[in-house]
């Protein structure tokens, strides 16, 4: 190991550490003359504050550590050259984010989102089609009401292109209705089962596509068929609201994230940024984590004792209203996007400009007057075809170490959310501190809201996938559908 990392003493549970070590502990906290029990949360962002907020609820001693010197995931803010407030990526805020609602109530803070918005897909081509707010209109059972309120708004799609798209109904219901049909299709790639079947090229390109590179930021050929079957039907074709959307009126690091931190600190819970993690410390004995090792800003190594640990780090929007001012605010987020990360800040801009052009005219002759560039690399996590057998769960091998990210397994038995998003890393949060909470005994749980239920026809249609299912291997026969 690296020198000042610590190691295992051998049997037992002692441990030794470089001299450089030294144990941070704060403040002994004590509940009814009893010493609380200690949890340590490993990064920022949803997943992070997610589980540190569940555990301080719980009466923990709870410590989030993060590398970043102002912690919050990708959700915390920079500014522009000129001061003006930017974000890493776009942050929808969709009709299924029930647990992100519920705990912006929970802080009693001014609402910060807007109203339901809008939303159009354009390509090279222009504008494809737009979607109204669709929980303004009368419910129809999916995906007919997404089909008959989408249709006046498509430009370039014909009736018959839409239609090529039924043949994947059948894929949508049965997807997930068991581990193997939820495997099965995981080692397809989502472009494979839209060529089998038979979705039209125009349908392919001008909605699957980009709604793909949206929401699970890679092309369908980079996909797996299970991700993105999972994610078009959490996000558009579930109910006919799920595609309706609302933003914040600000950062989210200010808006949001900054009075969670404060009900945090108020539960007597430690925020503590510019900590880079190194290792943990196991209790051979016990299987147990009993501290983690962190580098501070000036390079010494603290240790964190823990009776508890959860990992809420990743695997490897701007929408601020300047009511005063003249323009547009805009972002563009790319992604695959490795060649562009040696590129100056103004060829960025000058090449998205361009494309920009290409999809609306009335960017060519647009004056930037701010601008600023985030480069992230391998920020975003690929649910590539096969994936899924490899991606972690919430509990490990240790006993109370725990996982937490939007990157965790999905699947049969999961809960809903789907995909990389804002709702999925909080509820893993919470569902992480749900089971640390668990093994320790203590008799606290966080309220973990599901998604909307499956609409009674679609129901019935997954029951009789999953019973023809079981019907056919009881007969030694595998996979009917595929």
Same mark, same amino acid.
């Given at each position: 190991?690296?020198?000042?990392?610590?190691?295992?003493?051998?049997?037992?549970?002692?441990?030794?550490?470089?001299?450089?070590?030294?144990?941070?502990?704060?403040?002994?906290?004590?509940?009814?003359?009893?010493?609380?029990?200690?949890?340590?949360?490993?990064?920022?962002?949803?997943?992070?504050?997610?589980?540190?907020?569940?555990?301080?609820?719980?009466?923990?001693?709870?410590?989030?550590?993060?590398?970043?010197?102002?912690?919050?995931?990708?959700?915390?803010?920079?500014?522009?050259?000129?001061?003006?407030?930017?974000?890493?990526?776009?942050?929808?805020?969709?009709?299924?984010?029930?647990?992100?609602?519920?705990?912006?109530?929970?802080?009693?803070?001014?609402?910060?989102?807007?109203?339901?918005?809008?939303?159009?897909?354009?390509?090279?081509?222009?504008?494809?089609?737009?979607?109204?707010?669709?929980?303004?209109?009368?419910?129809?059972?999916?995906?007919? $009401?997404?089909?008959?309120?989408?249709?006046?708004? =498509?430009?370039?799609?014909? %009736? *018959?292109?839409? /239609?090529? #798209?039924? @043949?994947?109904?059948?894929?949508?219901?049965?997807?997930?209705?068991?581990?193997?049909?939820?495997?099965?299709?995981?080692?397809?790639?989502?472009?494979?089962?839209?060529?089998?079947? $038979?979705?039209?090229?125009?349908?392919?390109?001008? =909605?699957?596509?980009?709604? %793909? *590179?949206?929401? /699970?930021? #890679?092309? @369908?050929?980079?996909?797996?068929?299970?991700?993105?079957?999972?994610?078009?039907?959490?996000?558009?074709?579930?109910?006919?609201?799920?595609?309706?959307?609302?933003?914040?009126?600000?950062?989210?690091?200010?808006?949001?994230?900054?009075?969670?931190?404060?009900?945090?600190?108020?539960?007597?819970?430690?925020?503590?940024?510019?900590?880079?993690?190194?290792?943990?410390?196991?209790?051979?004995?016990?299987?147990?984590?009993?501290?983690?090792?962190?580098?501070?800003?000036?390079?010494?190594?603290?240790?964190?004792?823990?009776?508890?640990?959860?990992?809420?780090?990743?695997?490897?929007?701007?929408?601020?209203?300047?009511?005063?001012?003249?323009?547009?605010?805009?972002?563009?987020?790319?992604?695959?996007?490795?060649?562009?990360?040696?590129?100056?800040?103004?060829?960025?801009?000058?090449?998205?400009?361009?494309?920009?052009?290409?999809?609306?005219?009335?960017?060519?002759?647009?004056?930037?007057?701010?601008?600023?560039?985030?480069?992230?690399?391998?920020?975003?996590?690929?649910?590539?075809?096969?994936?899924?057998?490899?991606?972690?769960?919430?509990?490990?091998?240790?006993?109370?170490?725990?996982?937490?990210?939007?990157?965790?397994?999905?699947?049969?038995?999961?809960?809903?959310?789907?995909?990389?998003?804002?709702?999925?890393?909080?509820?893993?949060?919470?569902?992480?501190?749900?089971?640390?909470?668990?093994?320790?005994?203590?008799?606290?749980?966080?309220?973990?809201?599901?998604?909307?239920?499956?609409?009674?026809?679609?129901?019935?249609?997954?029951?009789?996938?999953?019973?023809?299912?079981?019907?056919?291997?009881?007969?030694?026969?595998?996979?009917?559908?595929?």
């Amino acid at each position: 190991m690296a020198s000042g990392w610590l190691v295992n003493a051998g049997h037992g549970c002692p441990w030794r550490a470089s001299q450089s070590a030294r144990p941070e502990k704060g403040k002994e906290q004590e509940v009814d003359g009893q010493k609380k029990l200690r949890a340590v949360i490993i990064g920022g962002g949803w997943a992070g504050f997610g589980a540190a907020h569940s555990l301080a609820k719980a009466g923990m001693e709870v410590t989030l550590l993060d590398a970043a010197p102002s912690p919050g995931g990708l959700s915390t803010g920079f500014r522009t050259a000129k001061g003006r407030p930017v974000e890493a990526g776009i942050k929808g805020f969709w009709w299924q984010y029930h647990n992100i609602f519920s705990l912006v109530k929970e802080l009693d803070i001014v609402w910060p989102f807007t109203n339901w918005t809008s939303s159009s897909f354009y390509s090279s081509s222009g504008i494809q089609v737009e979607a109204p707010v669709f929980n303004e209109l009368p419910r129809l059972p999916t995906p007919l $009401g997404s089909f008959i309120y989408t249709s006046p708004y =498509f430009r370039s799609l014909s %009736l *018959l292109d839409r /239609l090529s #798209a039924f @043949p994947l109904v059948k894929a949508l219901v049965e997807y997930d209705v068991d581990d193997n049909a939820y495997t099965s299709y995981d080692l397809m790639t989502a472009r494979q089962l839209f060529r089998e079947g $038979g979705i039209s090229r125009q349908l392919y390109c001008d =909605f699957l596509e980009p709604f %793909l *590179l949206v929401t /699970l930021f #890679a092309p @369908p050929e980079h996909l797996s068929a299970a991700a993105a079957l999972g994610t078009l039907y959490y996000y558009a074709l579930g109910h006919q609201q799920d595609f309706d959307v609302c933003w914040c009126k600000g950062p989210v690091a200010e808006l949001i994230f900054m009075p969670w931190i404060q009900a945090i600190e108020r539960l007597g819970g430690r925020i503590l940024g510019g900590k880079y993690v190194q290792d943990v410390v196991l209790c051979s004995d016990s299987n147990r984590v009993t501290s983690v090792s962190a580098v501070n800003e000036h390079g010494d190594t603290e240790l964190y004792e823990a009776d508890v640990v959860v990992f809420a780090v990743g695997v490897k929007a701007l929408q601020e209203e300047f009511a005063k001012e003249m323009g547009s605010v805009l972002e563009v987020d790319l992604y695959h996007a490795n060649p562009f990360m040696p590129l100056s800040d103004k060829v960025v801009i000058e090449k998205i400009m361009n494309y920009l052009s290409q999809c609306d005219k009335r960017f060519g002759d647009t004056q930037i007057v701010d601008s600023s560039v985030l480069r992230y690399k391998e920020a975003v996590t690929l649910f590539g075809p096969g994936s899924h057998q490899y991606m972690a769960s919430t509990k490990t091998s240790f006993s109370n170490l725990f996982i937490a990210g939007d990157w965790l397994k999905q699947g049969p038995g999961s809960h809903g959310a789907r995909g990389l998003s804002q709702e999925k890393a909080y509820v893993s949060g919470l569902i992480a501190a749900n089971a640390a909470t668990r093994s320790l005994g203590i008799d606290f749980y966080a309220n973990i809201i599901g998604v909307e239920e499956d609409e009674p026809h679609v129901a019935v249609a997954k029951s009789t996938a999953r019973e023809i299912r079981q019907t056919a291997r009881n007969l030694g026969f595998d996979f009917p559908f595929l």
